[in-house]
């Protein structure tokens, strides 16, 4: 990208778009539907047209996407940054290669049933053998990153996660929530409550590890608004940076709702919405927002100005958040 296309991206319309590609999954009766590659590939020239630089291919086996090297190089050779989030024990250390020779930056691996298993000890010691050969094998192909994504269903100590994590070669991971449900506690079987999902939060957020990356403070803070149903800081900016386009090409704000934006075809960024949502913990998203914040807050401000707003420009630049938004952005660009 040239200079002015980086300015006018930061500057005009807020930063870069993300887009969470799923490329094969379950539609409503329960088949698979799997994108071919030429409806992908024109859904990434749409996707690139419209703002979005970075695409995150997930979905049912994402490496087993045929001819998945082939997409992944279409999107490098639009200026994309590729990723891609698999399930632990989806993962094929023998698909990484190929894919890096044709542009993935980084893996997301999501390794939540590594740690919902942790009461089988057979089936947990194979789930970090799996995760080892995954991180081992990028860890071989040079700049290729990986990031562990814990989605949890159960709650677990977070600072010996970490320690597992770290020991497993990870230097970085994301706790998503989106998998506790609330009940009147463990004891009976309505999963954990209240109490031990703010208890988990709080030990999650004293976490303090200099060389291994978690959630930010503002997400672990927002998760605590959330399940008391207090007022939250950072809003998730799905449907305007960041979006979910799934494998029937509908374009969604985030994997969270059903409703669509629009068709991929129909896309073309009048669709985008700020509709302020606080509703869910999903750690990809609302992770990302944070980090999203403060160059939101520098466009917002930058539009104010541009219509004799000064005052309101200078409270959209001077926004406390954007402290946090940019502490973790420049924590993080070692990772990416």
Request: proline share 4%.
């Amino acid at each position: 990208m040239d200079i002015k296309s980086v300015l006018k991206e930061i500057c005009l319309d807020g930063g870069p778009g993300i887009c969470l590609f799923s490329l094969c999954e379950p539609d409503a009766s329960g088949e698979l539907r799997t994108v071919n590659m030429a409806e992908a590939e024109r859904a990434l020239k749409i996707l690139y047209e419209n703002g979005v630089r970075q695409v995150i291919f997930t979905g049912k086996s994402v490496f087993g996407y045929p001819d998945g090297d082939r997409l992944v190089k279409a999107a490098a050779e639009l200026g994309m940054r590729t990723e891609a989030l698999v399930r632990l024990g989806e993962a094929e250390a023998s698909r990484l290669p190929a894919w890096v020779k044709a542009g993935l930056s980084k893996v997301y691996l999501n390794v939540g049933s590594l740690f919902n298993a942790l009461d089988d000890k057979e089936r947990f010691l194979s789930g970090c053998d799996s995760a080892s050969e995954i991180v081992k094998a990028a860890a071989g192909l040079g700049g290729l990153k990986t990031e562990a994504v814990v989605t949890l269903e159960k709650l677990i100590d977070p600072e010996t996660a970490c320690s597992i994590l770290e020991q497993l070669g990870f230097k970085a991971v994301s706790f998503d929530l989106s998998g506790i449900k609330i009940g009147s506690g463990a004891e009976a079987g309505e999963g954990p409550a209240v109490e031990e999902v703010l208890a988990f939060i709080d030990r999650a957020a004293a976490v303090k590890r200099e060389e291994f990356i978690i959630n930010p403070p503002g997400y672990w803070n927002d998760m605590r608004n959330l399940f008391t149903g207090e007022r939250q800081s950072y809003v998730c900016q799905g449907g305007y940076k960041l979006f979910y386009l799934d494998a029937a090409l509908r374009l969604r704000r985030c994997p969270g709702t059903e409703e669509a934006l629009c068709s991929i075809e129909a896309f073309n960024g009048s669709q985008s919405v700020r509709d302020g949502c606080v509703n869910c913990p999903n750690a990809l998203f609302r992770c990302r927002s944070i980090g999203l914040q403060s160059l939101t807050s520098f466009s917002d401000g930058v539009h104010s100005l541009c219509f004799s707003q000064p005052s309101r420009a200078a409270r959209q630049w001077l926004d406390p958040r954007n402290i946090e938004s940019l502490k973790f952005f420049f924590k993080n660009m070692k990772n990416y």
